[in-house]
């Protein structure tokens, strides 16, 4: 039995190299998947995926890894993501959902959920870092894939711009915080915050940071967010709330309440908002 003829991708061979190998190999549909927010300690994770089409029409003008990217970059190439794009879906973790079902579980459901979502069924799967079981498809994981597959930087900037846009509101539903500047990273700014007004809904006890300011670091992390007695009643009340927040503040949150958020194919994007920017956030370099 013969053996097909092993397949080289080149390291200089671009951005778009591996995947016009693998559609030599005869996979035309190549989704990519990533996430956003994920070192985050307030917000939701987003995670994106995307199948970009063959040849030059799949071929986006300065796409890159979306930490490398300025905002206005970003801003520019998801919406030619969302024009081009065979199929991409966006999938919203609220930060109570990491709390209760851990961090890598979360990332893990909403990459696969996103790529269940697109319209295009995909042939075979590239995401950044580590693999995502439970798919019917062949799939690659690729370290730092956002700077390695076209398909994967496309769904990074899909998810970094949409959780941008996420933190951008919050900033003025929760202000103080600097959630618009900082996108809820660890950053000293935040901490500052964080230590002067206490957390609030929207962060994530299970990180220690914020369990510490809360008072609830000594507990299992899924067991620190405080559970609320209501919908119109705050998440945080009786003698904690001088360090939570105001109890007559109603439960609400980015997306619809109760689980994970889909955003599927063909969703007309929101008007782009001034976003401020780290790279070191997420792991970039300066």
């Known amino acids: 039995m013969l053996t097909p003829p092993r397949t080289v991708v080149r390291r200089d061979g671009g951005l778009y190299a591996l ?3 693998l559609q030599r190999r005869g996979f035309r549909h190549v989704a990519g ?4 927010g994920r070192g985050a300690c307030a917000g939701p994770l987003v995670a994106a995926a995307a199948v970009l089409p063959e040849g030059r029409r799949g071929e986006i003008e300065g796409l890159a890894d979306s930490k490398l990217l300025t905002p206005a970059s970003r801003e520019r190439i998801h919406d030619e993501v969302v024009a081009r794009a065979l199929a991409y879906a966006v999938v919203v973790i609220p930060a109570d959902e990491v709390d ?3 961090l890598h579980v979360c990332n893990l459901a909403a990459m696969r959920r996103a790529l269940a979502s697109l319209t295009t069924r995909p042939e075979y799967v590239l995401t950044d870092g580590f693999g995502v079981d439970g798919l019917d498809v062949p799939g690659l994981a690729v370290w730092k894939g956002d700077r390695v597959a076209a398909c994967v930087a496309a769904a990074s900037v899909l998810a970094k ?4 846009r996420i933190m951008v509101e919050l900033d003025e539903r929760y202000p103080g915080y600097g959630f ?3 996108k809820g990273y660890i950053t000293p700014e935040h901490t500052a915050a964080l230590r002067e007004l206490g957390p ?8 220690v940071n914020v369990a510490t300011v809360s008072g609830r670091v000594g507990r299992p992390p899924r067991s620190r967010r405080p559970a609320s007695r209501g919908p119109e009643e705050a998440l945080f009340g009786g003698p904690e709330e ?5 109890p007559d503040e109603p439960m609400e949150r980015a997306g ?8 599927a194919l063909g969703e007309q994007p929101r008007p782009p908002a001034p976003v401020g920017e780290d790279v070191v956030m997420e792991g970039g370099e300066r």
């Open 19 to 21: 995947e016009r190998a």
């Open 33 to 36: 998947a990533d996430e956003a």
């Open 100 to 102: 209760a079902r851990g």
């Open 161 to 164: 711009v949409t959780r941008d």
């Open 180 to 182: 618009g500047e900082h």
């Open 200 to 207: 609030c809904r929207e962060h994530r006890f299970s990180y």
């Open 242 to 246: 001088a360090l939570f927040g105001r």
């Open 256 to 263: 619809a309440p109760g689980g994970t958020v889909g955003v």
